[in-house]
Nanobody, 130 residues
């Protein structure tokens, strides 16, 4: 079993920055595919950024150039640096992981597909005020 614990959420004014962290514990002997998702009030959960086991990254169009996903395998940790935050990005942010071979499709084309991830954290709240 794998446990994912997010941290780093909080309240920030529009234009501000936050850095989220997700620590994986448990059976993490294999490097996994990691992703950040978010769910705002009254919205469906959506993919924000993903990072492959080979350190390739991909982003939702809405966050390109402002957000950066990274990982430190030695610490079993994945990060999401969020800059120039907007009020509409207020949401619960979730870390997700898949250990082992990727699921359906090519990773670049399906990293945002939630069904490809088999572990999820509890989430951390990000609130952006105008």
């Amino acid at each position: 079993q794998v446990q994912l614990v997010e941290s780093g959420g909080g309240s920030v004014q529009a234009g501000g920055s936050l850095r989220l962290s997700c620590v994986a514990s448990g059976d993490t002997t294999s490097r996994g595919y990691m992703g950040w998702f978010r769910q705002g009030p009254g919205k469906e959960r959506e993919g924000v950024a993903g990072i492959s086991s080979g350190f390739s990254t991909s982003y939702a169009d809405s966050v390109k150039g402002r957000f950066a996903i990274s990982r430190d395998n030695a610490k079993n940790t994945v990060y999401l640096q969020m800059n120039s935050l907007k009020p509409e990005e207020t949401a619960q942010y979730y870390c997700a992981a898949r250990f082992g071979p990727w699921g359906v499709g090519n990773w670049y084309g399906t990293w945002y597909d939630q069904t490809n991830y088999n572990y999820w954290g509890q989430g951390t709240q990000v609130t952006v005020s105008s």
